[in-house]
């Protein structure tokens, strides 16, 4: 059964960065297309960024790009997000999601395995 853990989350003050991680075990890393998703309080999840399984594509939401960065090391079934330039709109739980099938990969429904997800909040 695979799990995930994310790391990394925090209180920063707007204009300031921090960098995600999300451990994978369980399960074959290199072959899924890894995510991560954001939800606000009252607010619904919602896609931030992907990147494929060999990491060599990337696809970002519209309101992080130029500012956030997804990268993977297959060697340490790991998944980051640099995150750079922090708004107060930015401020959410932030989940890390793994693919197997590489479809619909900005669909929170096309995802199989969740981790528990990791508090951002930023302060204006």
């Known amino acids: 059964q695979g799990q995930l853990v994310e790391s990394g989350g925090g209180l920063v003050q707007a204009g300031g960065s921090l960098r995600l991680s999300c451990a994978a075990s369980g399960l074959t890393f290199s072959s899924y297309t890894m995510g991560w998703f954001r939800q606000a309080p009252g607010k619904e999840r919602e896609f931030v960024a992907h990147?494929?399984?060999?990491?060599?594509?990337?696809d970002y939401a519209d309101s992080v790009k130029g500012r956030f960065t997804i990268s993977r090391d297959n060697a340490k079934n790991t998944v980051y997000l640099q995150m750079n330039s922090l708004k107060p709109e930015d401020t959410a739980l932030y989940y890390c999601?793994?693919?197997?099938?590489?479809?619909?990969?900005?669909?929170?429904?096309?995802?199989?395995?969740w981790g528990q997800g990791t508090q951002v909040t930023v302060s204006s």
């Open positions: 999601a793994a693919n197997l099938y590489s479809t619909g990969v900005r669909d929170s429904r096309s995802y199989n395995y």
């Open positions: 990147i494929s399984p060999s990491g060599r594509n990337t």
